[in-house]
């Protein structure tokens, strides 16, 4: 049964720094993996979402890899702003193309 | 990508009472979700609503506290029945992406039992 791990579950940085979230998940046979970003009481904005063949994918500032071999993925957030704060969730599809989700990263820059 | 829109987006509820909560997606879709969010958790699927025939739920969901009306391609209706305090969560629909672009989601709906 796949299973998602985020970890760290909180993370505090200055403004302006680099930054990586990781999302590792249990099986390797994921179908596509997909991060999303959540504003406290709202909905999620889809992010990036990486299908099964690729590698990485990039959005402005944003990052994100997957490497099925290892169970992993990241999300790097170049030069962090304060608008960054936000909890960042990653789900993998699995076969069904249902989401397994991880229990999400809640990210605070600090101006 | 679709664009969905998701009403109430918030609502404090007394005990007893049913709130239904409605997602209008701005293309045909063929399936739509609806998730559950309980505070400081992640996310939980309730079930899977496709047009044309009954919504499929998740252990833990059933249809008389959580039923589900899907009468087009582009809306879809989720009601929470005799609340209580433990349904306070936030509430989502979801679309699945033809062409493979993933998962859209509604703005939420952040539900307060009192």
């Known amino acids: 049964k796949q299973e998602v791990t985020q970890i760290p579950a909180a993370l505090s940085v200055p403004e302006g720094e680099n930054l990586v979230l990781n999302c590792s998940f249990t099986d390797s046979a994921i179908y596509n993996l997909q991060w999303f970003r959540q504003d406290p009481g709202k909905g999620l904005t889809s992010l990036l979402l990486i299908q099964s063949s690729q590698r990485e994918q990039t959005s402005g500032r944003l990052n994100a890899s997957l490497d099925k071999s290892s169970g992993r993925s990241t999300l790097y957030i170049a030069a962090s702003q304060p608008g960054d704060s936000a909890t960042y969730l990653c789900a993998a599809f699995d076969s069904n193309y249902q989401l397994i989700w991880g229990a999400g990263t809640k990210l605070i820059i600090k101006p | 990508s679709a664009v969905i829109s998701q009403k109430p987006s918030r609502d404090i509820c007394q005990r007893g009472t049913s709130l239904t909560i409605q997602c209008q997606v701005d293309s045909q879709v063929t399936m739509m979700f609806w998730y559950r969010q309980q505070p400081g958790q992640s996310l939980t699927l309730i079930a899977t609503?496709?047009?044309?025939?009954?919504?499929?739920?998740e252990s833990g969901f059933v249809i008389d506290k959580f039923p589900i009306s899907r009468p087009n391609l582009t809306f879809s209706t989720l009601t929470v029945s005799n609340m209580s305090p433990e349904d306070s969560s936030i509430y989502l629909c979801s679309v699945d992406e033809t062409g493979g672009s993933g998962y859209t989601f509604g703005s939420g709906t952040r539900l307060t039992v009192v």
């Open positions: 609503a496709n047009q044309g025939s009954e919504a499929t739920y």
